[in-house]
């Protein structure tokens, strides 16, 4: 990118972001949960036109905006931001707490929502500035299977006209406020939804000779699961299989009839994330018979992992650096947490960034999906600026 033009989209950031952190206000005051994003949606809607972006409305509630530059038909780069919340009830005290009893923003969504309104401000701003076409995608459903992204896809979002690459950025509490991070290759995984009934003869606790004690069943199942990895997955390769709930009986002297079982499992392999399918099912099918119960299981096939085009974003990288300092971009560690952004990367080149909200010195730094996540909205400048960086310059 010229150096002017960057300065431009530097300076209009800087500008503009009093008014966004009000737009995130706005948003965190009003978090709506994953494909009820209707009121989320309608504002998304009100800003564009606003802004005179033309959009069209896919998946019920996601909102897909154009804003074309010079030579329209040159190159498309698509940016991204969810905009659902969390079943979580707020505990910070701030004048713009959740106003919604057990919804939150504690995933930072409304920061995404906001730096990409942001930076659809600055490029319709600069559209005599730049070549090509900007597709706005305002996601729902990041938090809930199958993912906003799936929806989107198969409603033709990576067409009329198709991305030649995608970018998303994502909050970050545990990087400082002025900081970006990229990562290439694999950055998060798979994560798919394991559930699991256990049917079995019950009785009374004090004749367990009667029963077959589904309790007793489930807690074998559950240790004998964690052979699957640890005895049939390469240990370089990431995974990881936890229970996560477990429910059965409601008093003392009674030996339940039912027990029901969740958990996840996680993955960084498509070939191993499938044979593993095979091994839970196979495992605990014949464990649960051999004991004397019957068992129905369901996984829940869900997202893919995260891939990141490493040309893409080794580019996107030095554009950051360029923009921030070589010192404010790090690499992205890698982790076990998972993104419906996936399914866009396994589609077109795609780049999912870490933006530094944490400030250790202002006691921000409590991770997401806790009620206490929040950020230095100094970020919302930096985010905003930089998704508009990746809008106008076409990267490879």
Not at 14 to 20: L, V
Not at 312 to 320: I, Q, Y
Not at 365 to 371: E, F, L, N, Q
């Given at each position: 990118m010229s150096e002017p033009l960057q300065k431009q989209i530097k300076n209009l950031a800087?500008?503009?972001?009093?008014?966004?952190i009000e737009v995130r206000h706005y948003l965190h005051a009003h978090p709506e949960l994953s494909y009820k994003e209707f009121e989320t949606s309608a504002y998304i809607q009100q800003q564009l036109t606003a802004l005179n972006i033309p959009f069209e409305v896919k998946a019920t509630t996601g909102v897909i905006g154009l804003i074309?530059?010079?030579?329209?038909?040159k190159r498309t780069v698509a940016l991204r931001g969810d905009m659902d919340a969390l079943p979580i009830t707020e505990q910070n005290d701030v004048p713009y707490k959740s106003t919604r009893p057990g919804i939150m923003h504690a995933c930072g969504h409304d920061v995404h929502t906001t730096c990409l309104l942001g930076a659809a401000k600055i490029l319709n701003i600069l559209k005599d500035e730049w070549e090509g076409t900007v597709k706005l995608i305002f996601q729902p459903g990041e938090e809930k299977n199958?993912?906003?992204?799936?929806?989107?896809?198969?409603?033709?979002v990576l067409e009329n006209p198709a991305p030649q690459n995608i970018f998303a950025l994502h909050v970050h509490p545990g990087l400082e406020v002025g900081k970006l991070s990229f990562r290439g290759g694999m950055v998060m995984a798979s994560a798919d939804e394991i559930y699991i009934t256990i049917r079995a003869k019950g009785g009374h606790a004090a004749a367990p000779q009667n029963t077959a004690d589904a309790i007793l069943i489930a807690s074998h199942l559950i240790i004998s699961l964690q052979q699957i990895i640890s005895r049939n997955n390469d240990p370089f390769n990431p995974s990881v299989l936890s229970i996560t709930s477990f429910q059965g009986g409601h008093t003392t002297n009674v030996i339940p009839s039912e027990v029901k079982l969740m958990g996840t499992f996680r993955a960084m392999n498509e070939t191993w994330r499938f044979k593993a399918h095979e091994l839970i099912t196979k495992m605990a099918t014949e464990l649960v018979h051999s004991m004397g119960a019957e068992i129905e299981l369901k996984i829940d096939v869900g997202y893919p992992f995260v891939l990141n085009n490493e040309v893409?974003?080794?580019?996107?990288?030095?554009?950051?650096?360029?923009?921030?300092?070589a010192d404010n971009v790090e690499e992205t560690e890698l982790r076990m947490g998972a993104e419906d952004f996936a399914y866009y990367s396994h589609q077109v080149p795609g780049c999912f960034f870490r933006l530094g909200v944490g400030n250790k010195t202002k006691g921000i730094?409590?991770?997401?999906?806790?009620?206490t996540f929040n950020i230095d909205e100094g970020a919302i400048e930096i985010g905003m600026g930089m998704m508009a960086v990746f809008g106008a310059e076409p990267l490879p």
């Open positions: 800087k500008q503009y972001a009093p008014e966004f074309k530059g010079k030579n329209p038909d199958p993912g906003g992204a799936s929806l989107l896809i198969k409603e033709g893409l974003n080794a580019a996107a990288r030095k554009k950051g650096q360029a923009y921030l300092g730094s409590i991770g997401v999906h806790t009620p």
